[in-house]
Nanobody, 128 residues
Framework: VQLQASGGGLVRAGGSLRLSCAAS????????MGWFRQAPGKEREFVAA????????FYGDSVKGRFTISRDVARNTVYLQMNSLTPEDTAVYYC??????????????????????WGKGTLVTVSS
């Protein structure tokens, strides 16, 4: 399984970015897909998750109303649209895949080991 995240970069506060996660070795329709982020000196934080059916999403409190997770089944790719970015959004963003959607909700209890697959991150830097 490989999850290749891309789309990170430098953006000014108030701007937008769209991250992509191209999956191979699994189908995004068969897994619950998610995004996490880790800022320097901080623990990895849950950002967003999308159920395998595509019919359910949920978000971390800090990004609700600003970020949107979506997927393109034909491209086997998951996206994270990030709007109204602030310097506090600066972090390495990681794509993840899990057989169980509920594992994203349980992340605060089980941590990184509770998620089946992780991709390498992509750095997002938001300047003030």
């Amino acid at each position: 399984v490989q999850l290749q995240a891309s789309g990170g970069g430098l953006v000014r506060a108030g701007g937008s970015l769209r991250l992509s996660c191209a999956a191979s070795g699994l189908t995004v329709r068969g897994y619950a897909m998610g995004w996490f982020r880790q800022a320097p000196g901080k623990e990895r934080e849950f950002v967003a998750a999308l159920s395998g059916s595509g019919g359910s999403t949920f978000y971390g409190d800090s990004v609700k109303g600003r970020f949107t997770i979506s997927r393109d089944v034909a491209r086997n790719t998951v996206y994270l649209q990030m709007n109204s970015l602030t310097p506090e959004d600066t972090a390495v963003y990681y794509c993840a895949a899990d057989r169980r959607y509920s594992d994203y909700g349980d992340y605060k209890y089980h941590g990184i080991g509770g998620i089946d697959y992780w991709g390498k991150g992509t750095l997002v830097t938001v300047s003030s």
